[in-house]
Nanobody, 120 residues
Framework: QVQLVESGGGLVQPGGSLRLSCAAS????????MDWYRQTPGKERELVAA???????NYADSVKGRFTISRDIAKNTVYLQMNSLKPEDTAVYYC??????????????WGQGTQVTVSS
């Protein structure tokens, strides 16, 4: 079982920056992958950025060059640094964790979400 708690959302002007944090209830070095998703009303949740256990990262094309996912293993925390924010980045951002057991069974966990609003 993994509990995830996001923080850092808020209102920011276009071109501004925010850093989201996702604190896990257990060592993230034992989690296969941690990701950030976002969702707007009426749309499916979309993957924004991912970091694998080995440190490899992956980004949606829409945020490449603007967002950076990182982690602090000692703090069991994953971050999403968001720069050059645009109104279309407005969404609820969710932290997600994937744990793959030796049996092959995959467990997925979600945080409660944090609202990011980009508006002047």
């Amino acid at each position: 079982q993994v509990q995830l708690v996001e923080s850092g959302g808020g209102l920011v002007q276009p071109g501004g920056s925010l850093r989201l944090s996702c604190a896990a209830s257990r060592s993230i070095s034992s989690i296969n992958a941690m990701d950030w998703y976002r969702q707007t009303p009426g749309k499916e949740r979309e993957l924004v950025a991912a970091i694998a256990n080995g440190g490899d990262t992956n980004y949606a094309d829409s945020v490449k060059g603007r967002f950076t996912i990182s982690r602090d293993i000692a703090k069991n925390t994953v971050y999403l640094q968001m720069n050059s924010l645009k109104p279309e980045d407005t969404a609820v951002y969710y932290c997600h964790a994937k744990v793959i057991k030796m049996s092959g069974i995959t467990y997925q966990y979600w945080g409660q979400g944090t609202q990011v609003t980009v508006s002047s």
